[in-house]
């Protein structure tokens, strides 16, 4: 028998036909759904719901209390705040079945969803966005975005480092931690260097 490459807590369920990569860990009461698939380095916290064909990239951290439906699709190095949840059909109804018209959500590589967020299904979040706490997504999010309030409205542009960024006259911005070099041109921000 292969030796398991990731942690499980006891109390974590795990359905079968779930694939979960090395060094990935699943803490108290979490529901790993069938046929998800989750990568290397993933941290699943406590009371977490992974819904059945749900996709985690690498480095994936999903923080306690967080609900991820069937649709969510997460790239590499994503963050899932505290008791932020994701949707998956546009109108449901206790009495009417909808598991055919489940809607498609792709979180970018490097994205931070806020505590307390909802993201409404049919969505994108773009590369390293950034939704603030409490926010509820109603449309796409392109890479590098601040979105913040109900409904969530663009605050401003942030660095790969999760920084608000000030871009100067030619639209270029320097995020003060990493040093990074961002470029604003045409309401898209491009990383330069």
């Known amino acids: 028998m292969e030796k398991q490459s990731y942690f499980a807590h006891e109390t974590a369920v795990i359905d079968d036909g779930c694939i979960i990569g090395a060094d990935t860990k699943i803490w108290h009461f979490s529901h790993i759904m069938t046929g998800c698939m989750i990568g290397e380095r993933c941290n699943i916290g406590q009371n977490v719901v992974v819904s059945p064909q749900v996709v985690l990239g690498n480095n994936v951290k999903v923080q306690n209390n967080v609900s991820i439906y069937t649709g969510v699709v997460c790239a590499d190095d994503v963050f899932l705040g505290p008791s932020c949840v994701f949707t998956n059909v546009i109108n449901p109804r206790s009495a009417i079945n909808r598991k055919n018209q489940f809607a498609k959500t792709f979180v970018g590589k490097g994205a931070t969803i806020g505590a307390n967020s909802t993201i409404v299904c049919g969505h994108n979040i773009g590369e390293y ?65």
């Open 129 to 193: 966005a950034f939704v603030g706490a409490g926010a509820v997504i109603t449309k796409d999010i392109p890479d590098y975005a601040l979105y913040v309030g109900n409904p969530a409205k663009h605050a401003g542009w942030v660095s790969r480092w999760g920084h608000k960024l000030a871009f100067n006259d030619e639209g270029i911005a320097v995020c003060f931690e990493s040093g990074e070099v961002y470029k604003l041109e045409n309401d898209k921000v491009i990383f330069v260097e």
